[in-house]
C-alpha cells in the first residue's frame, strides 16, 4: 500500500469512527423532520450525558424566546428519550406507543369537549362544568373564555389508559408539558387582548362562570408576572365593587406572591412538608388569617387542607 493510499484509509476510519453530526439546521426548519429522525443513531460514539447536553443547550436557547417551537420540542424530545432508552428497539417501541396513546388521549378530550359522555375514570369533572357552562353563557364573549377553559382543563386531566413503559411516560410527560406552555401563553395574550378592548369579564355583564374562566387563565400565567399583576390591580378595584369574586382574588394576590418571593395573605398556596401540609410561602400577619380568609369567602384552613386530604407519602 502506498503512503497516500494508506492515508486516504486512515482518514476514513477516523471519520467512521466520528459520531453522527446532529443537522441541527435542517431539524430546526421542518418540525415533521424532527418529529421522524432517527435520534437513536446519535448514539453511536456518544453517550447518554452527551446526547443530554445537547438537548440542554437547545432547551437553555430554546427558553429564552418562552416556549420551544415545535421543531425544538421534537428535538429535545428525541434526544432525551434517545439517552435514556437501554436500546434501539425499546426507543423505537416507546415512540410508536407513546403515539398511539396521544392521540387516543386527543380523541378523549375533543369528545368531553363536544359535550359528549366520556368515561369517569378519563375525566376531571371541571372539563364537563366547564364545558356545560360554555353552552350555557349569557354571551359570546362569556361564552369564549369558558370553552378556553375548558380546553386547559382537558390538557390537564385527561389521557388515555394503558401500559406505560419509563421510556412512554417521559415522552408524554414532555409534550404535556410543551402543549401546556404553548396553551397558557395563547391565553394570557388572547385574555390581555380581551381586557384591553372591553375589560374585565364582570359578574353582572358576564356572569361567574366567566369571571372564573378569566380568573383561571391569569392563575395559569405564571409566565408572565408582569401580566398577572396588572389583573390582580384591577380584580382589587373590582372585587370592592362586587363585580368579581373575592376569593378568586385571594388566590390570585398569594399565587403573586409566591411567584414574586412574598409572603402571602391567605395561605392559598401550600406545600406538605414532613407529611403535613403547611402554608408556602409564609404568610403575613398569622394571627389575622382566619378573619382575612372569612372575609374573602374561603373556609377555614383546616377545612382547605382537610379537601386536599393527607400528604403524600415520602
Known sequence: MTFGAGLAVFAFALASASPPALPLAA????PSVART?????????????????????IAADAKTKGCRTEAEFEIVLGLESAASAP?????????????????????????????????DQYINR????????????????????????????????IDAPGDRTPGVE?????????????????NAEWLRAQI??????TLSAEGAEADRAAWLMVQHSDHDPAFQREA???????????????????Y?????????????????????????REPHPAVDDPAGLAARRAEMGLESLEAYYARWGPCPKD
Request: with cysteine.
Open 196 to 201: 384591553k378592548s372591553d375589560g374585565w369579564f
Open 232 to 250: 390582580l390591580a384591577l380584580l382589587t378595584r373590582l372585587k370592592d365593587q362586587n363585580e368579581t369574586s373575592k376569593r378568586n382574588y385571594a
Open 87 to 119: 436500546s434501539p428497539e425499546s426507543w423505537r417501541a416507546d415512540r410508536d406507543a407513546a403515539a398511539r396513546l396521544e392521540r387516543e388521549s386527543e380523541a378523549l378530550r375533543a369528545k368531553a369537549l363536544a359535550g359528549e359522555k366520556v368515561g
Open 37 to 57: 429522525f432517527d435520534y437513536w443513531s446519535l448514539r453511536a460514539g456518544r453517550t447518554p450525558a452527551e446526547l443530554r447536553a445537547l438537548a440542554g443547550a
Open 252 to 276: 390570585l394576590y398569594d399565587r403573586l406572591a409566591a411567584n414574586e418571593g412574598r409572603n402571602q395573605l391567605y395561605a392559598t398556596q401550600g406545600r406538605c412538608r414532613a407529611g403535613q
Open 126 to 157: 371541571n372539563v364537563q362544568t366547564f364545558v356545560e357552562q360554555a353552552q350555557a353563557a349569557r354571551t359570546p364573549r362569556a361564552r369564549a373564555v369558558i370553552q378556553r377553559v375548558a380546553v386547559d382543563q382537558a390538557l390537564l386531566s
Open 170 to 186: 417521559q415522552r408524554i410527560a414532555l409534550r404535556a408539558e410543551h402543549s401546556y406552555c404553548v396553551l397558557t401563553r395563547d
Open 27 to 30: 431539524l430546526r426548519a421542518d
